[in-house]
T-cell receptor
Framework: EDKVVQSPLSLVVHEGDTVTLNCSYE??????LLWYKQEKKAPTFLFML????IEKKSGRLSSILDKKELFSILNITATQTGDSAVYLC???????????FGAGTRLTVKP | GAGVSQSPSNKVTEKGKDVELRCDPI?????LYWYRQRLGQGLEFLIY????????KSGLPSDRFSAERTGESVSTLTIQRTQQEDSAVYLC????????????FGEGSRLTVL
């Protein structure tokens, strides 16, 4: 059965800390892995990863994929209170092009 | 439209009633997805449309759930004989083509079954 597992489920840090969020997966016919940020309702897109070892970076956020070990990490440096959100990992399967999400990591950044 | 639009934004219904949720995807987006998100949980895949056809209906939790899409545009998710466990936010997302990754999400329809 296909699985997308995120850890930790929740995390509380203080402003300025660096955090690493994890996403491991077991899916047939992997195509891509995506990270989303969900603050209130609609998740918003962060990164799409298809190749191993190539870091994607956007400001203080970065992400990398390891297709051999079947996981991805999302790093956030110098966290701010505005980073507080649920971070969702999703895996797209080539066989059906649907997208399966993990349970998410709830990040709380305290002032 | 400019973004994915869902209606109603909130729906409170009594157990046993039928409900219909609507999704208007971004114009020109051929792929459309429905997800369910229970309080404090992740997104649970329900169904995916490529054009008007649904290659994968495996996520629909029971035969009380059905969905259709017409004109490669609007989609409706229908839940018959609602149960309390159906209470959740139902999120719709669209993408230009399946396999292009990024999904654009609507604000969701919050369903409460009393």
């Amino acid at each position: 059965e296909d699985k997308v597992v995120q850890s930790p489920l929740s995390l509380v840090v203080h402003e300025g800390d660096t955090v690493t969020l994890n996403c491991s997966y077991e899916v047939t016919n992997f195509r891509s892995l995506l990270w989303y940020k969900q603050e209130k309702k609609a998740p918003t897109f962060l990164f799409m990863l298809t190749s191993s070892g190539i870091e994607k970076k956007s400001g203080r956020l970065s992400s990398i994929l390891d297709k051999k070990e079947l996981f991805s990490i999302l790093n956030i440096t110098a966290t701010q209170t505005g980073d507080s959100a649920v971070y969702l990992c999703a895996v797209e399967r080539g066989s059906s092009s649907d997208m399966r999400f993990g349970a998410g990591t709830r990040l709380t950044v305290k002032p | 439209g400019a973004g994915v639009s869902q209606s109603p934004s909130n729906k409170v219904t009594e157990k046993g009633k039928d409900v219909e949720l609507r999704c208007d995807p971004i114009s020109g987006h051929t792929a459309l997805y429905w997800y369910r998100q229970r309080l404090g949980q992740g997104l649970e895949f329900l169904i995916y449309f490529q054009g008007n056809s649904a290659p994968d209906k495996s996520g629909l939790p029971s035969d009380r759930f059905s969905a259709e899409r017409t004109g490669e545009s609007v989609s409706t998710l229908t839940i018959q004989r609602t149960q309390q466990e159906d209470s959740a936010v139902y999120l719709c997302a669209s993408s230009l083509l399946s396999g292009l990754g990024e999904l654009f999400f609507g604000e969701g329809s919050r369903l409460t079954v009393l």
